[in-house]
């Protein structure tokens, strides 16, 4: 564990004391993708929310300015998609416990689904309705992790196993010789320094990307 997430760990226990009922190191950092740009993600469930949770949260994170939080109740937490929580496979637990069931592959099947129609008409709108470009960089951005996520789940409906890198999706999808525009994208992801100058300067040649890629998954 890493001084910056020890720092915070404590400074959240200090805030939150018996409220805050688990804290969780997710994301690239934890995978060992990160680029120096990487933000820290966190995953927090405490037993309740209300605003003055929030705002103590908010004083908090005032302090992190390279994190990014995702946080819900305990009663909030049941409520989940169990598929959403397969993002916890790899991640590092900082505080506390939190129980869950692994989800049937109906679950992941339904979850996929419904990210899949997201993203696409997500795309379809920022391609058709004016933006500013700040705005198609950031939605491209995000939708590239949005469609690296989508194969990871497509390799884990495969095999029953999910992918802990990018690397090893692409890896799977080539041995099969199959998601030729997927692996495209997540090679862009994968390598986000080389490609992000691009990416700035015409956000819309890789929405069509993704656009095209999120309808030719559709069923």
Known sequence: MGKILVKLKEDLVKTLGDNLTCLIHTGSRVRGEATEKSDYDVFLVVKTIDSSVIERMRRVFSDYPDFSAYFVSKQEFKTL???????LQYSEKLHGEIKYKSPTKKEVRDYISLMRRD????VRHYLVI?????RLVRIAH??????CLYLSYEMFLETSRLPKTRKETITYFEERKSQELGIRLVRIQDNWNLHEEDVARNPESYLFLLEEFFRESLP
């Open 130 to 134: 004016p933006h500013q470009q700040e």
């Open 142 to 147: 995000f939708t590239l992790k949005q469609a």
């Open 81 to 87: 998609p169990r598929a959403q929580l397969l993002q």
């Open 119 to 122: 993203c696409l008409d997500r």
